[in-house]
């Protein structure tokens, strides 16, 4: 069978890294296209005839710096792309509001010093390896970000996360004009610092059962959330945001809404004796809730109970119980203990008690064996009798 022969004609006019223009037929169509390059992308576009004396006038035209050829012979000039600062300004409109209210306060702390840094006007398909490093050396020795100290990889890698959020959404989102905000990630494959000895401290039963004896001498709103939070395993933001709506005591449930939850993700869990108890001290507690918060804040209570105060109470419980202070072990060391607690479940069991959605975070940041797990293991061990 023959084949079709395909036409390698092509014109080329101007200087390369200049003006270079290209005029060339389609292998498919024979129909001739036209390529040149703009603010280091390149860019092709049908001319829409066959006429090889017109194509070339048209690339001449082109490279002359007359204008850009549509297929009807119309000239358009090209928008330009957005630049970072206009970038960030789209994302934090569109995208932010969207977020809790503790991400939206990061993400525009993480824009300003973004932007501080490497300029408002920065075309971001310019970002290269060479910026990625500059940010983490400059980063680590604090001479970048809003509290002027030094910072460890941990809060590096938050920012380049962040960062990579950001031009991995621009290069999927286009303009009113069907074209992409950004061509590619500039960024993309390069390798984020990464803790090598994170601090992920898990509470003892020891310290929990020291910080329950302690917690009504507190208030009995740190009582009900250290027990709510051992026993479902959930984060205090989730915690501190249930309302009476979400609970069931008869059906002994709780339903964690999406809006409260870090990974959005809504679901019902059981609950044990104890957090039934704890909620039917919080009725007692407050009986004029209604449908309010399980946790109303002392001053408002139409409002759930702050971030901070809930963090100095668990300070203030931990001086009071006598435990020495120690980095890492605050709220989320209950979480740890949850799931360290029950590691011998199957961990898609495990993942919807606790509200994870990928068993990795599991494994990799909240489970640790203890010294007496270990040592089962160990001699459980199957011997080879010989």
Known sequence: MARTKRSRRSYGAGEWGRNRVRVFPDPKTGIYQIEWRENGRRLTRSLKHRDWSRAKRQADEVA??????????KAEAEPEPPTLGELFDIYGEEVTPAKTQ??????????????????????????SQRDWDRFIRERRAGRVGPSGKPVGNRMIEWDLTFLMAVLNWAARSRDENGRLLLDRNPLK??????????????????????LLQVSRQVDWRFHVALVLTHETGHRIGAIRNLQWTDIDIEGREIRWRAEHEK???????????????????????????????????????????GRYLTLRWWYRAVTLAGLEPKRG?????????????LMDLPLKVLCELGGWKNAHTVLRCYQRPDAGQLRTALEGRRRVRT
């Open 64 to 73: 002359a710096g007359l204008a850009v050829h549509e297929p009807a012979g």
């Open 263 to 305: 990974t959005g993700y809504e679901h019902v869990t059981p609950v044990t004796d104890e957090a039934v108890a704890a909620l039917e001290e919080a009725r007692r507690m407050n009986p004029g809730g209604g449908n309010g918060p399980v946790l109303p804040a002392p001053t408002h209570p139409s409002q759930c109970v």
């Open 329 to 341: 072990r605050g709220w989320h060391s209950l979480r740890r203990k949850f799931a360290s607690d």
């Open 189 to 210: 494959g390069l390798r984020k610092p990464v803790e090598k000895n994170p601090t992920r401290v898990v509470l003892t039963e020891e310290e929990y059962q020291a």
């Open 102 to 127: 503790q991400s939206r306060r990061r993400d525009r702390a993480t824009m300003a010093m973004f932007l501080k840094f490497f300029g408002r006007d920065r075309r971001p398909e310019t970002l």
